[in-house]
């Protein structure tokens, strides 16, 4: 081990600050990449084999700048909390060593550091992002106003995120793979089912649609869907009309064409008899 210096960690610190964890300082180091283990809890799924070579060239050139973060474990073992692509790069390169800002975290904080320092300092997809915010929410018992506070973002952008884990896995997987951007993904969302926002995702990918064309696609969809409902109402509200006037008492619908109640009132025990008698009942 090298010698030791204390630093303030301000980025993350500031962002954790709102956290019933104790913010401590970090202490940088240099320390033996076999003694580090993954995390787990990293967000970031699948890293770009030819992008960590070109890191490792990069490392091999130049060092590293940012250092990676983890936390203390027992037997002097360390677990990485951010900065698993130069870790891997750095193991491409057999380097023994790799500088550290070291954290003294319990399992219970893990998660939110490791979520909200790649949240704020790599560059995750749209869902890889999306499932971030949720795990937090979880997690931490948040909702999406705090989750906000804590990572710099309004509710709103939140949201949009958090949809996205509403859309099928196919055109969650388009987003992972850069298929399409998230303003396809978010006119997708407006398509109320999901048969339908796969038909239209793969005519983004068949015709190269750009994210506004999706978007008049999608509002085109959705206007002639409200007009098939008000014609829906208004054929209830004339088979409503008929139906009163055959009981000569006001009758009324709930549901839709295809599913509903048709519901008949009546106000004493002779008027029930008159009803039942117009129905042949008795």
Do not use: C, W
Not at 36 to 57: T, Y
């Amino acid at each position: 081990m090298v010698n030791k210096r204390n630093t303030l960690g301000r980025g993350l610190g500031s962002l954790l600050k709102s956290s019933d964890n104790k913010t401590n300082d970090k202490i940088f180091d240099e320390i033996k990449i076999k003694n580090i283990i993954a995390n787990n809890q990293q967000p970031r799924k699948s890293f770009d084999k030819d992008k960590i070579a070109e890191l490792s060239l990069s490392i091999k050139q130049h060092g590293i700048i940012q250092p990676i973060t983890v936390r203390r474990l027992d037997n002097n073992k360390f677990q990485l909390i951010s900065g698993e692509r130069r870790f891997r790069a750095s193991k491409l390169l057999k380097r023994e060593t790799i500088p550290a800002f070291i954290r003294e975290s319990d399992d219970k904080n893990l998660l939110e550091l490791a979520l909200i320092e790649n949240i704020q300092r790599e560059n995750l997809n749209s869902i890889e992002i999306a499932i971030s915010y949720k795990k937090l929410i979880d997690e931490l018992n948040i909702n999406q106003e705090k989750l906000g506070n804590r990572v710099g973002k309004d509710r709103t952008t939140i949201n949009n995120y958090l949809r996205l884990l509403k859309l099928p896995p196919t055109i969650q997987k388009g987003l992972i793979d850069n298929k399409i951007q998230m303003g396809h993904a978010r006119s997708l969302i407006t398509i109320d089912t999901s048969e339908l926002q796969l038909k239209i995702y793969q005519l983004i990918l068949i015709n190269k649609l750009s994210v506004r064309k999706t978007e008049e696609i999608a509002r085109n969809i959705n206007r002639t869907s409200t007009s098939k409902k008000n014609l829906k109402s208004n054929n209830l509200e004339k088979l409503e009309s008929k139906l009163s006037s055959f009981f000569g008492t006001k009758i009324s619908t709930k549901g839709d064409e295809k599913s509903g109640k048709i519901i008949i009132p009546y106000k004493s025990t002779n008027d029930l008899n008159r009803i039942l008698e117009l129905l042949d009942i008795i």
